[in-house]
């Protein structure tokens, strides 16, 4: 070998001694860049949770039961699942797993994706719950259930937003008065509430309707409790219950006002006469509704009511 291939094979050595060492440091920059946990994580993780075969993860799984005899919904694929009370800290969840409307992301930014799988009631329930999954090196891993009713979830980049109805109990399946909007974050095996508001359904004229509904059946408590503070302040129970003593019968009409918070009425109310019969007087005009975020309901506050 001559002196000048010499010294070019010396130069080509150092040369690839150099880039080692560079790659070298640039891994080590990566790995202390990662925060903690990370790089663990990215290193054990197992089968990404988008390529797994959800029917035979949930035949697998011991808290959960498959009814195969469960009554096939249209449209509906996934198994009919039982997830034993209490088995995740959560009440007992059963319904029809929508595997494929499994949702998928990195709640708790590890590097790896967790699965959301909804359980539908097949019915007017709609939603009764959701089955979150960890990537595990072993597989999918089962660690959390939440529970609720006619419930519905999306994903807004790392976080879980949950959204409950909020029935006060005179609302028909499809309205509730409203709905409670809870952001979440994923530590751990828990999902923790990040953020809550209480978001209104325009359900103010059928307020207003179960308002004389209950009247007319005579439920004062009921009726009552549609009412603000502010007017309750002003007409105290007994006083206001008084006034309704030879009410027979209401009906009532409504429609929508100028505004979102204004119902209109029309009333036909039946009342007993003192010296016996009856009389029926009709009426007209509105009332102006509040919203009760602690409440979580319209409620009646300013009557504007005068004899048709």
């Known amino acids: 070998m001559t002196h000048g291939a010499f010294a070019r094979v010396r130069r080509a050595s150092a040369g690839m001694r150099a880039v080692a060492l560079t790659v070298a440091l640039i891994v080590g920059v990566v790995a202390g860049s990662l925060p903690p946990g990370s790089s663990r994580s990215v290193a054990a993780a197992g089968t990404p949770l988008r ?80 089955m979150l999954y960890h990537e595990d090196a072993s597989g999918p891993r089962l660690v959390l259930v939440e529970t609720g009713y006619k419930m519905s979830f999306t994903i807004e980049g790392s976080r879980l937003v949950i959204y409950q109805p909020n029935y006060i109990g005179f609302e028909p399946n499809c309205c509730p008065s409203s709905m409670t909007r809870t952001t979440t974050t994923l530590q751990g095996n828990s999902l923790v509430p990040w953020a809550t508001e209480i978001e209104p359904n325009d359900v103010q004229e059928m307020t207003v309707s179960a308002f004389y509904r209950a009247l007319s059946d005579r439920q004062y408590d009921a009726a009552y409790g549609f009412l603000s503070p502010t007017y309750q302040a002003n007409n105290p129970f007994e006083q206001w219950k008084a006034g309704y003593a030879t009410t027979q019968s209401i009906e009532v009409e409504t429609a929508t006002g100028a505004a979102p918070t204004e119902v209109l009425i029309e009333l036909t109310a039946v009342d007993r006469r003192s010296g016996g019969g009856t009389v029926t007087q009709r009426f007209r005009g509105s009332w102006a509704l509040v919203w009760s975020g602690d409440q979580k309901r319209w409620l009646l506050d300013r009557p504007r009511i005068q004899q048709a």
Do not use: K, M, N
């Open 51 to 130: 390529q797994v075969d959800w029917q035979q993860t949930l035949a697998s799984e011991p808290r959960i039961t498959i009814d195969p005899g469960a009554f096939p919904i249209p449209g509906i694929t996934g198994p009919y699942v039982r997830i034993a009370p209490q088995s995740l800290g959560a009440d007992s969840l059963e319904g029809y797993a929508l595997i494929e409307d499994a949702a998928f992301a990195d709640l708790d930014s590890d590097g790896a994706e967790e699965a959301i799988i909804p359980v539908a009631s097949g019915g007017t329930a709609g939603l009764l719950g959701i």
